[in-house]
């Protein structure tokens, strides 16, 4: 419980750094759908680690409901996501999410219906997706990538770079 109470403390002062829209941590917990997601994900992932499948996702669906956010209970998610302006988030069972990540709304983290076991992406440490964006299939998204708003990308990506587009194209590389 005091860890469960530490990440969301640590989530909740995230989205006060990171959003200057935020007075302070109060609003952000009592407001802030980006944080309410994180505190019932966190809650379902629990259940959903101890096998108790069946209370997990009515956990996420009831969070569905209130926030307009799907975060399966299975997926993977790492500390201090920050989900702006969440509406229409949709983020599959076998997704995972590393640290430092932001998303904004309409983004899809699913699959391509092609794919058995491993059907979602993975995102590495501080990743930003853009509004709309669709990252589908058992790709690897690499660390400090940005994803361009609506872009789709459906094929694995280096570190460090930009992607745009649909199909997502590379247009930002390091020296």
């Given at each position: 419980m005091?860890?469960?109470?530490?990440?969301?403390?640590?989530?909740?002062?995230?989205?006060?750094?990171k959003?200057?829209a935020?007075?302070?941590i109060?609003?952000?917990?009592?407001?802030y759908?980006?944080?309410?997601?994180?505190?019932?994900?966190?809650?379902?992932?629990?259940f959903?680690?101890?096998?108790l499948?069946f209370?997990?996702?009515?956990i996420?669906?009831?969070?569905?409901?209130?926030?307009?956010?799907?975060?399966h209970p299975g997926?993977?998610i790492?500390?201090?996501?920050?989900?702006?302006?969440?509406?229409g988030?949709?983020?599959?069972?076998?997704a995972t999410?590393g640290?430092?990540?932001?998303?904004?709304?309409?983004?899809?983290?699913?699959?391509?219906?092609?794919?058995k076991?491993?059907?979602?992406?993975?995102?590495?440490n501080?990743?930003?997706v853009?509004?709309?964006?669709?990252?589908?299939?058992?790709?690897?998204?690499?660390n400090?990538v940005?994803?361009?708003a609506?872009?789709?990308?459906?094929?694995?990506v280096?570190?460090n770079?930009?992607?745009v587009?649909?199909?997502?194209?590379?247009?930002e590389k390091?020296?």
């Amino acid at each position: 419980m005091k860890k469960l109470l530490k990440e969301l403390y640590e989530d909740a002062n995230n989205i006060l750094k990171k959003d200057p829209a935020a007075k302070n941590i109060l609003y952000v917990i009592l407001l802030y759908q980006g944080f309410h997601i994180l505190l019932f994900y966190r809650i379902g992932h629990f259940f959903y680690r101890h096998k108790l499948y069946f209370i997990a996702r009515l956990i996420s669906q009831i969070a569905r409901f209130l926030t307009g956010i799907e975060i399966h209970p299975g997926a993977k998610i790492g500390r201090r996501l920050f989900i702006d302006h969440g509406m229409g988030i949709v983020i599959g069972e076998t997704a995972t999410i590393g640290n430092d990540c932001t998303i904004y709304h309409g983004v899809t983290l699913g699959g391509t219906g092609k794919d058995k076991y491993k059907r979602h992406p993975d995102l590495g440490n501080n990743v930003m997706v853009g509004c709309g964006a669709k990252v589908l299939g058992p790709i690897k998204i690499g660390n400090n990538v940005k994803i361009g708003a609506n872009a789709v990308v459906t094929k694995p990506v280096e570190d460090n770079v930009t992607v745009v587009g649909i199909p997502g194209k590379i247009i930002e590389k390091p020296m």
